[in-house]
C-alpha cells in the first residue's frame, strides 16, 4: 500500500514563499509519476504542476507557471512543490499525487491512483 503524506503548508503574505513536501512510502517511489493538486473552497480540484520518474520532464498550469518548481528526491522518496511569489488566489488546499501507470493525462486527476490528505495554504493579501 502506497501512502503520500503532504507536509509544509501554513500562512503567508502575498509575495512570499513556502515549500511543500510529500513523502512518499514503499520502495518504488521512482517508479511513480507524481503530480501537484490544489482544491480552493467551492472549486474543482486542479492541476498544478506534473514531474515524470527521472525529474527530467515538468509540467505546470499557466497560472502557477514561473513561480512553482516542482522537483523530486528519489533518494528520499520525496516530492517538493517550491512556491515563489505567491498570490491570494493560491489559497487552497493542495494534495499530492502519485501513479505507476502513467498514459500521459497528467493535468487529469483521474490519471492519479493514489492521493495524500492536503496540506493547507493560505495567501493573505
Known amino acids: 500500500q502506497v501512502q503520500l503524506v503532504e507536509s509544509g503548508g501554513g500562512s503567508v503574505q502575498a509575495g512570499g514563499s513556502l515549500r511543500l513536501s510529500c513523502a512518499v512510502s514503499?520502495?518504488?517511489?521512482?517508479?511513480?509519476?507524481m503530480g501537484w493538486f490544489r482544491q480552493a473552497p467551492g472549486k474543482e480540484r486542479e492541476f498544478v504542476a506534473h514531474?515524470?520518474?527521472?525529474?527530467?520532464?515538468?509540467y505546470y498550469a499557466d497560472s502557477v507557471k514561473g513561480r512553482f518548481t516542482i522537483f523530486r528526491d528519489n533518494v528520499r522518496n520525496t516530492v517538493y512543490l517550491r512556491m515563489n511569489s505567491l498570490k491570494p488566489e493560491d489559497t487552497a488546499v493542495y494534495f499530492c499525487?502519485?501513479?505507476?501507470?502513467?498514459?500521459?493525462?497528467?493535468?487529469?486527476?483521474?490519471?492519479?491512483?493514489?492521493w495524500g490528505q492536503g496540506t493547507q495554504v493560505t495567501v493573505s493579501s
Open positions: 499525487a502519485a501513479t505507476r501507470y502513467y498514459s500521459g493525462r497528467y493535468k487529469s486527476p483521474d490519471e492519479y491512483n493514489y
Open positions: 514531474i515524470i520518474w527521472t525529474g527530467g520532464n515538468t
Open positions: 514503499g520502495r518504488t517511489f521512482s517508479s511513480y509519476v
